[in-house]
T-cell receptor
């Protein structure tokens, strides 16, 4: 089954404790990205990657890091989480050619206290 | 600067009637538009899209209309069903750049 998976689905942590949210896709997509969803703000892109070893900032990259060492994986790293990073996070992937529909993971709800 | 706007945060429609969700954009470079549907506790799922060279695209009960001169697109759902109750996001893209999403409209279908 074609899918994007994220782990964990739910996470409660404390300020300053480094964490990683994993993302994996099995569709051989070149493009992967991370979004956060906040009330009244819709989906805002954090980082994206056009291919292996190619990453770039989205609209709200502050406080986040990413890496793309393999085509299928695109982890999101919060080196020192803060309460304003409490949000719902989505990983997504798509092809870079025709048909730019993006496929989303199920989401990770992060709470930073 | 919100380049894609959904000005109605919520919409309620009677079952069987038409639901019309609207979206406005400001960037004339956008060349592809998409609608996503999102249920609680799930990721958004792709619903329907339209290229800027077209003005209409249909898929079953869903039709998307694009008015480039007005920089406006709309999603029509006919007939509306209870399972259509969800948050709907419109999104726009140009070339291989990132998708830019609107803030979403919560659609409630009243049985």
């Amino acid at each position: 089954e074609a899918q994007v998976t994220q782990n964990p689905r739910y996470l409660i942590t404390v300020t300053g404790k480094k964490l990683t949210v994993t993302c994996s896709q099995n569709m051989n997509h070149e493009y992967m990205s991370w979004y956060r969803q906040d009330p009244g703000l819709g989906l805002r892109q954090i980082y994206y990657s056009m291919n292996v070893e190619v990453t770039d900032k989205g609209d709200v990259p502050e406080g986040y890091k990413v890496s793309r060492k393999e085509k299928r994986n695109f982890p999101l790293i919060l080196e020192s989480p803060s309460p304003n990073q409490t949000s719902l996070y989505f990983c997504a992937s798509r092809r870079t050619g025709r048909g730019r529909e993006q496929y989303f993971g199920p989401g990770t709800r992060l709470t930073v206290t | 600067d919100q380049q894609v706007k959904q000005n109605s945060p919520s919409l309620s429609v009677q079952e069987g009637r038409i639901s019309i969700l609207n979206c406005d954009y400001t960037n004339s470079m956008f060349d592809y538009f998409l609608w996503y549907k999102k249920y609680p506790a799930e990721g958004p799922t792709f619903l329907i899209s339209i290229s800027s060279i077209k003005d209409k695209n249909e898929d079953g009960r869903f039709t998307v209309f694009l008015n480039k001169s007005a920089k406006h697109l709309s999603l029509h759902i006919v007939p509306s069903q209870p399972g259509d109750s969800a948050v709907y996001f419109c999104a726009a893209i140009f070339g291989n750049e990132k998708l830019t999403f609107g803030t979403g409209t919560r659609l409630t279908i009243i049985p």
